[in-house]
C-alpha cells in the first residue's frame, strides 16, 4: 500500500492533548473588562465557533435551562447572529480562536471548562451532549449545587 493511500489515517494517531490541566488557574487575561464580576466564583466557561461543525448549542441550552443557578460565560468565535436564537443569559464574549488558543493552550471546540471560586480548572474536556457536560463539570456541581441543597 503507499504512501498516498495511508494518509487519510494520521489524523486517528493524534490525540486530544490538554495542555492546560486539572488544578491550574484559569489564564487572568482572559477575564476581559466585561467578565470582571466573574472573578473569584464559580464558572462554567464554554469555547465555541461558528464554523465549527460539532458545535451544537442545544446541549448547552439544557444544561444552563437546568443548572441556571450557576453562572456560565461563553467564549465565541463567529458572527452572534447564529446563536441569538438560543437567548443565552450569560456574556458571549467574541474571540480569535488562533489568538485565543495562544494564551489557552487548547485546540478544540466545542470545549467545557468548571473553574473554582480560586478560578481553578476542576474540570474540562469536548462534549457533545448535555450529559458530556454533566459529566465533565460533576466536580463543580457536587460542591456548589447538590451539596448546598
Not at 34 to 59: H, R, V, W
Not at 93 to 101: G, H, R, T
Amino acid at each position: 500500500m503507499s504512501n498516498n493511500n495511508q494518509n487519510h489515517r494520521k489524523f486517528l494517531k493524534s490525540r486530544e492533548k490538554n495542555q492546560v490541566q486539572l488544578g491550574e488557574y484559569f489564564p487572568k487575561e482572559l477575564f476581559v473588562e466585561e467578565l470582571e464580576s466573574y472573578k473569584d466564583q464559580a464558572n462554567i466557561i464554554f469555547i465555541m465557533g461558528s464554523t465549527c461543525s460539532a458545535c451544537d448549542f442545544d446541549p448547552i441550552k439544557q444544561f444552563t435551562t437546568k443548572h441556571s443557578e450557576l453562572k456560565y460565560i461563553m467564549f465565541y468565535e463567529g458572527v452572534k447572529d447564529k446563536i441569538e436564537s438560543y437567548n443565552f443569559q450569560f456574556p458571549i464574549i467574541s474571540v480569535d480562536l488562533y489568538e485565543f488558543n495562544k494564551i489557552f493552550a487548547y485546540n478544540f471546540v466545542p470545549f467545557v471548562l468548571g473553574l473554582n471560586d480560586l478560578n481553578q480548572i476542576i474540570g474540562l474536556g469536548t462534549f457533545y451532549s448535555e450529559k458530556d457536560i454533566e459529566n465533565i463539570v460533576y466536580p463543580l456541581l457536587r460542591v456548589y449545587k447538590y451539596e448546598k441543597s
